[in-house]
Nanobody, 122 residues
């Protein structure tokens, strides 16, 4: 079993930055595909990006603003978010997939964190 815990969310003004962290415990996630998703009220959970053995990929709408990094030695994943917009307001989740590459559909992931809230004010 893998437990994921996100942190780093909060309230930020438009144009600002936040860095989210996801700490994994239970086993090493060095070989896992790890992804970030977000979910705004009334909307479906949407894919932001993923990092794994094939490298790192991003959803088009976050390219150039969001950066995913991982530290396998510390079993952690980070999401650096710059130039934040009010429409980025959502709960942000990390997810882990033990096999294959990280995809865009939520059902393919084995483990999820509880999420961390990001609110961007205009």
């Amino acid at each position: 079993q893998v437990q994921l815990v996100e942190s780093g969310g909060g309230l930020v003004q438009a144009g600002g930055s936040l860095k989210l962290s996801c700490v994994a415990s239970g086993r090493s996630i060095s070989t896992y595909a790890i992804s970030w998703f977000r979910q705004a009220p009334g909307k479906e959970r949407e894919f932001l990006g993923s990092t794994g053995w094939i490298g790192t990929i991003y959803a088009d709408f976050v390219k150039g603003r969001f950066t995913i990094s991982r530290d396998n030695a510390r079993n952690t994943l980070a999401l650096q978010m710059n130039s934040l917009k009010p429409e980025d307001t959502a709960r942000y989740y990390c997810a882990a997939k033990s096999t294959g590459v990280g995809g865009t559909t939520t059902s393919e992931y084995d483990y999820w964190g509880q999420g961390t809230q990001v609110t961007v004010s205009s």
